[in-house]
């Protein structure tokens, strides 16, 4: 199994630019989660999807961020219009619920988004 | 509103010797705490969870232990080793939506 996986590892782009960032969930898992990485404040939850559908996402900051699951293999988290604070590393994750939360979720490498 | 918090943002602990990273939550509510470790460049992987009907949760050199009075839990590493440097982030969920809430991370260096 190849994991969860991001793309782009890396993103540069000027404020005002919208940014997509896209993630493949392990096959046959159920729940896809979207969190972001900063000093301040850790791993922040932003949304989370089960069975393609969201569930919650009141840690979405503003209206300019905005994530889609189109399918079981698919999930993109798009921010429209870019801001310098929204630099931060961006992880996806996902889990298999039948097994039980005890057993945690696997995540992907992340991507590092820096906007200028 | 923070409901997991580790108030260390680093803990530096010579090889050998045991390292304690502190975690408290404020939501009593939950069921199941969980210790992940991150390296440089990756994602967060899972290292060891407890239920909250139990008190300690031990696999190999790492042991957790839950104080549900204090609101409290801990990871301990004995012995540390130079490969255990990396960030720990605690986290902590309800069976009821199965998300996870993460602290603020604590940088662990292990050094000779």
């Known amino acids: 199994d190849a994991g969860v996986i991001q793309s782009p590892r890396h993103e540069v782009t000027e404020m005002g630019q919208e940014v997509t960032l896209r993630c493949k969930p392990i096959s046959g898992h159920n729940s896809l989660f979207w969190y972001r990485q900063t000093m301040m404040r850790g791993l922040e939850l932003l949304i989370y999807f089960n069975n393609n559908v969201p569930i919650d996402d009141s840690g979405m900051p503003e209206d300019r961020f905005s994530a889609k699951m189109p399918n079981a293999s698919f999930s993109t988290l798009k921010i429209q219009p870019s801001e310098p604070r929204d630099s931060a590393v961006y992880f996806c994750a996902s889990s298999d619920q039948g097994t039980g939360i005890g057993y945690g979720y696997t995540f992907g490498s992340g991507t590092r988004l820096t906007v200028v | 509103d923070q409901q997991v918090k580790q108030n260390s943002p680093s803990l530096s602990v010579q090889e050998g010797r045991i390292s304690i990273l502190n975690c408290d939550y404020t939501n009593s509510m939950f069921d199941y705490f969980l210790w992940y470790k991150k390296y440089p460049a990756e994602g967060p992987t899972f290292l060891i969870s407890?239920?909250?009907?139990?008190d300690k949760n031990e696999d190999g050199r790492f042991t957790v232990f839950l104080n549900k009075s204090a609101k409290h839990l801990s990871l301990h590493i004995v012995p540390s080793q130079p490969g255990d440097s990396a960030v720990y982030f605690c986290a902590a969920s309800t069976i009821r939506d199965d998300k996870l809430i993460f602290g603020t991370g604590t940088r662990l260096q292990v050094f000779p």
């Open positions: 407890i239920s909250s009907i139990k």
